[in-house]
């Protein structure tokens, strides 16, 4: 039966090594770091996000702000305060939070966060930095994944990796993370033919496509590790993940839950995130 990778804990842990460190950054710096978090819009499971966001900012002593717009607000009001925020040299992280309303071009907001208060890693000056493997800000829910899987101890050399999933946001980060750490990476996804095939080849198994149990044990390497980032609600309004979690933890020898895995750490990862810009400008 499979153990748990308990994100709550981890994450916990994460933030706690955060809230030490504001003190001691503010005493040298000479002012704490500061993220401000934009919503566009009434989305309720974003605004849940955003606020969880803020809230954990507020925990750390870090200075945090929270700026809701309204759905209709248009684009270049949008990129105008995105602009005002990279010149406030108080504010060292700026976040988006996604998806945007239909009329706003996500790209051009991404493109827009200066990229050194970009502590999402959404820009292209970040992404070209973790595909060349330079310094760079690491998106927050793949930087979690790899924070998770060195909390089990687990060496990634030469084993096989399969990411179910492309978007910018997990699939594709945590992909190169992963090879990163000599990994052999396959990365499949909503079009993958035979799917059980693939991901029964694989030693780590990270599931982010948004399908609310897709991957069944029976589609599971027995012994193999399962990273979850799906949040889907399924038919009972139940938040669940990309996998069976009743078939795949017995199959597993570790697994995350959804809630309370992989949610938590993308959470304490942009705590990380938001000092590292802090960082970069300050020191
Ligand atoms: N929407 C879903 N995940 C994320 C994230 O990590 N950052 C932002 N800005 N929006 C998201």
């Known amino acids: 039966m499979g153990k748990i990778i308990d994100g709550k804990a981890l994450s916990a842990a994460v933030k706690e090594e955060v809230?030490?460190?504001?003190?001691?950054?503010?005493?040298?710096?000479?002012r704490k770091p500061c993220l401000c978090v934009i919503i566009v819009g009434e989305n309720p499971a974003s605004q849940v996000y955003v606020r969880n966001k803020v809230k954990a900012a507020a925990y750390t002593g870090m200075g945090s702000e929270l700026i809701e717009l309204p759905a209709d607000i248009s684009e270049e009001a949008l990129l105008a305060?995105?602009?005002?925020?990279?010149?406030?040299?108080?504010?060292?992280?700026?976040l988006v939070q996604l998806p945007l309303p239909k009329h706003i071009d996500e790209e051009k907001v991404i493109d827009t966060i200066a990229r050194e208060k970009d502590v999402d890693g959404f820009h292209p000056g970040n992404v070209a930095g973790l595909w060349l493997g330079k310094d760079c800000i690491v998106p927050c829910t793949p930087a979690g994944i790899m924070r998770m899987i060195d909390?089990?101890?687990?060496?990634?050399?030469?084993?096989?990796?399969?990411v179910v999933g492309r978007s910018n946001i997990v699939g594709k980060p945590v992909a190169k993370l992963l090879l990163?750490?000599?990994?052999?990476?396959?990365?499949?996804?909503?079009?993958?033919?035979?799917?059980?095939?693939?991901?029964?080849?694989?030693?780590?198994?990270?599931?982010?496509?948004?399908?609310?149990?897709l991957v069944t044990g029976d589609m599971v390497k027995p012994g193999a590790v399962v990273i979850d980032v799906g949040m889907n609600r399924n038919a009972e309004g139940k938040l669940c993940g990309d996998a069976d979690y009743a078939s795949c933890e017995k199959v597993a020898s570790w697994i995350t839950p959804v809630p309370g895995g992989v949610g938590p750490m993308t959470i304490a990862m942009l705590m990380k995130n938001t000092i590292a810009c802090y960082l970069s400008r300050m020191a």
């Open 180 to 213: 990163d750490r000599h990994a052999t990476v396959t990365i499949a996804h909503s079009r993958t033919v035979d799917l059980g095939s693939v991901t029964r080849e694989a030693d780590l198994l990270v599931l982010a496509v948004g399908k609310a149990g």
């Open 81 to 94: 305060k995105i602009r005002e925020l990279n010149g406030n040299p108080a504010v060292d992280g700026i």
């Open 19 to 30: 809230k030490a460190q504001v003190p001691e950054l503010e005493a040298k710096y000479g």
């Open 151 to 162: 909390s089990i101890g687990l060496d990634l050399k030469g084993k096989r990796a399969v």
